[in-house]
């Protein structure tokens, strides 16, 4: 990665708060310093709205970074989850960075230390990246996202959860399979589209309405009764949250693109990640050993989705 895509990384990162806003501020201050008072002040207003405005951003940054940012009843109710689970299938869309956010890290201690309880509970995660830019930034020294990537992949690593990621192009293909019922169960088309004027607009290819559809951070569960749930989450800055439970037929979208995600990351003869989707092996690890067969989805509903079982996935 050249030094000025390095330099534009960061500058992205911090621009808007520490440089655009307090800039923008400071000009117009200076502007209408200028224009109703004018001789010395000119300058003064200038800094003076720099200053002010750092005041204003530090205020409601610090307010921010005070709130209660773990919600308590969520962990309660996925730790119940997990307790009567057999399979756990994650969808992300958060950037790498952000995994190691602290609260993120209380949600995924659950996950890993339920993971590494003596029973046959199996735990696949998939990321996907909406943001090419993210995936060359994974992939390439010098930068932040490089690291975070490696820690996140030696995490799955050590815990033998197969962790694959999918890119932008491929993540629209595979949601250009379903029906224009199921992307709208997904939350996959913008609220603005609901409106019946703009309802037509849907029938613009999907990657062009959206930049990142957040409501695919979620996670397929089948229960040891076979029965499957989703689980919805809710990511707003540091603030994590279970936004939502889905049950009966809500999950059949959920299941459909489950299916098809499998289909397209693992090998359909051996059963293992393909390299070139193992998010893992990307970074020079070693695969993740399965120990055993995947269990399958409840045939119940994936009979009402119309789509067949999970795929037995060994390796």
């Avoid at 869309?93 to 993120?104: G, H, N, R, V």
């Avoid at 209380?106 to 990246?129: C, G, I, M, Q, S």
């Avoid at 800055?237 to 995600?261: C, F, H, S």
Wanted: include cysteine.
């Amino acid at each position: 990665m050249s030094l000025w895509r390095i330099l534009i990384n960061k500058l992205t990162r911090h621009s808007l708060y520490h440089l655009f806003i307090p800039l923008a501020v400071g000009v117009i201050v200076e502007r209408l310093g200028h224009t109703f008072v004018g001789g010395v002040t000119r300058w003064l207003g200038f800094f003076s709205g720099v200053f002010l405005s750092y005041a204003v951003i530090m205020y409601f940054l610090i307010r921010k970074e005070r709130r209660n940012r773990i919600d308590e009843g969520a962990l309660a109710r996925l730790q119940d989850t997990l307790d009567c689970a057999k399979n756990y299938y994650g969808l992300s869309i958060i950037p790498l960075a952000e995994w190691f956010d602290p609260t993120i890290q209380v949600y995924l201690a659950k996950l890993l230390n339920r993971k590494l309880e003596p029973d046959d509970f199996e735990h696949e995660r998939t990321l996907l990246f909406f943001s090419n830019r993210e995936y060359r930034s994974a992939r390439a020294d010098l930068v932040d996202e490089n690291h975070y990537g490696k820690c996140l992949a030696h995490m799955h690593r050590d815990c033998d959860i197969p962790l694959s990621f999918l890119r932008r192009k491929e993540i629209f293909d595979l949601l250009d399979k379903l029906e224009p019922g199921e992307r709208e169960a997904l939350g996959c088309y913008p609220r603005w589209t609901n409106w019946r004027p703009f309802r037509s607009l849907r029938k613009i290819p999907l990657r062009w309405l959206r930049r990142r559809i957040s409501q695919l951070d979620c996670a397929v569960v089948t229960k040891s009764d076979d029965e499957i749930i989703v689980l919805r989450v809710s990511k707003r800055g540091g603030e994590v949250r279970i936004a939502q439970q889905l049950k009966g037929d809500a999950v059949r979208p959920y299941v459909k693109l489950i299916q098809l995600i499998r289909d397209k990351v693992y090998d359909p003869q051996t059963k293992e990640l393909l390299a070139e989707y193992d998010f893992i092996r990307n970074y020079g690890y070693d695969k993740v050993q399965r120990k055993k067969a995947l269990p399958l989805a409840s045939k119940t509903v994936g009979a009402s989705a119309n789509i067949s079982s999970f795929p037995n996935v060994v390796g």
